[in-house]
């Protein structure tokens, strides 16, 4: 069974850094989508950043260029979402997700409807 468990959210002042971490289980797929998306209250989910592992291609929404890097570390099976220069506007819970029909050629990664698998989230709080 497929298990997607994210960690690295918390609080920190605009400006500041987090990296997120999404580590998987019983998934080994080396050359796939893997996806970062970000659900604010009241908002629809958002797909911040993809990349397809194998090739290291990766896709980024605009509000987040220059800002956040997508990676990935297939020894530990995880991806990674190192976020500078936070804005007040990046504040939602986080979810990685992998798995399902997500192709690069369909959104570069970034496509919520596509994935198959999900993690529980992670609190990104950037106050100003």
């Known amino acids: 069974q497929v298990q997607l468990a994210e960690s690295g959210g918390g609080s920190v002042q605009a400006g500041g850094s987090l990296r997120l971490s999404c580590a998987a289980s019983?998934?080994?797929?080396?050359?796939?989508?893997w996806g970062w998306f970000r659900q604010a209250p009241g908002k629809e989910r958002e797909g911040v950043a993809g990349?397809?592992?194998?090739?290291?291609?990766?896709s980024y929404d605009d509000s987040v260029k220059g800002r956040f890097t997508i990676s990935r570390d297939d020894a530990k099976n995880t991806i990674y979402l190192e976020m500078n220069s936070l804005k007040p506007e990046d504040t939602a819970v986080y979810y990685c997700?992998?798995?399902?029909?997500?192709?690069?050629?369909?959104?570069?990664?970034?496509?919520?409807?596509?994935?198959?698998?999900w993690g529980q989230g992670t609190q990104v709080t950037v106050s100003s």
């Open positions: 990349i397809l592992t194998g090739f290291d291609f990766t």
């Open positions: 019983g998934y080994i797929n080396r050359r796939d989508c």
């Open positions: 997700a992998a798995g399902g029909r997500a192709t690069w050629s369909r959104g570069g990664c970034r496509r919520s409807e596509d994935y198959e698998y």
